[in-house]
């Protein structure tokens, strides 16, 4: 494993609750995090308990349009920082037959979970460490199986899937390497509001995948997993 000791890492969607795992577990390992998220108020609650400086945090609703990409571009290029590690932890579900979703629905969530991943690309390829580049994507296990009301979910994680494994082939000459996790049930807030979920207990603990992704990227470049599979028992 090579060391992390005072490297940057940048993690988008900082303050769900993969994010907030990702993020301790960067610190544990010596890593400096700047972190965007959308709500500025669990941003710094996130600050406060990681005793984090007011420069790395930047709150943003978006960054796929213009003028949000661009001001959060300016942030990161006023950081003065390369960044070796980033991790897109942002994305949203939304439960719906295909006859009920209407425009908007799909909109939104393809725009937060596919969209938003083209952009955060863009935005790290501008910071990043020369040669050591490592990007980690976060797709679903439901995409194994079809079930109903997942067509947008999965419609938006099979399109990230597809981006992800080809950026890979399009970055590894100039040292850069993508990670996409294909994850069953996370015990996170985004099950709060799921009917019929896997119960709490048998779900997975995002302190633990947090420890594998953090490894992970510490590893040898000629190490790759094109798809990485974590589900519960």
Known sequence: MESMIGKNAIIYGATGGL?????????????NVFLIARSGTK??????????????????????????????LNWLKTRKKVFSYAVHAAGQGLMKNAFTL??????????INLT?????????????EKNDMELVYFSSASLSKAWPKNGLYGASKA??????????????????RVWLYRLGSVDTPFFDNVP????????LSPREIAKIVVTNVSMPKNTYFPVIPIVSD
């Open 116 to 128: 938003s991943s083209f952009a955060f690309f863009k935005l790290i390829w501008e910071v990043r």
């Open 102 to 111: 209407s425009l908007n629905d799909w909109t939104e969530i393809i725009d």
């Open 19 to 31: 994010g907030h795992s990702l993020c301790q577990e960067f610190i544990n390992r010596g890593v």
């Open 159 to 176: 399109g990230l899937e597809a981006f992800a494994q080809s950026l890979h082939q399009d970055i590894k000459s100039q040292g850069g």
């Open 43 to 72: 941003l710094r609650e996130l600050a406060a308990e990681f005793k984090l400086k007011p420069f790395q945090i930047f709150n943003t609703k978006t960054i796929t349009t213009d003028q949000d990409y661009l001001k959060t």
């Open 196 to 203: 019929n979920h896997v119960p709490r207990e048998k779900m």
